[in-house]
């Protein structure tokens, strides 16, 4: 079993930065690699970034690429989710995720994930 916590979000003006982290308990966090999804209201979850269970690799949707970045630190089984130059359209619930299978390559779909937080709320005014 998995835990996860996810933390860090709030309300921000456009252009503005948040940083969002997730906290891990329960397995061996850095066997796993590790993915950010969002969900706007009305809208089905999405894939937003993701990190290799090493560190090495990233994973970015188009539409995130450019202005968020994604980081790990296997020592505090935290995986981070910084954003910056935040949009309106950014508004969503975030929520990382841990796949199934260790050591594996980053997943974009919701499928290839088991275990999941809570979510924290990101609201980006104009």
């Known amino acids: 079993q998995v835990q996860l916590v996810e933390s860090g979000g709030g309300s921000v003006q456009a252009g503005g930065s948040l940083r969002l982290s997730c906290a891990a308990s329960?397995?061996?966090?850095?066997?796993?690699?590790m993915g950010w999804f969002r969900q706007a209201r009305g809208k089905e979850r999405e894939f937003v970034a993701g990190?290799?269970?090493?560190?090495?690799?990233?994973l970015f949707a188009d539409s995130v690429k450019g202005r968020f970045t994604i980081s790990r630190d296997n020592a505090k089984n935290t995986v981070y989710l910084q954003m910056d130059s935040l949009k309106p359209e950014d508004t969503a619930d975030y929520y990382c995720?841990?796949?199934?299978?260790?050591?594996?390559?980053?997943?974009?779909?919701?499928?290839?994930?088991?275990?999941w937080g809570q979510g924290t709320l990101v609201t980006v005014s104009s």
């Open positions: 995720a841990v796949p199934w299978a260790s050591y594996s390559a980053i997943y974009s779909r919701e499928s290839d994930y088991r275990y």
């Open positions: 329960g397995r061996t966090f850095n066997v796993y690699s």
């Open positions: 990190i290799s269970w090493n560190g090495i690799s990233t």
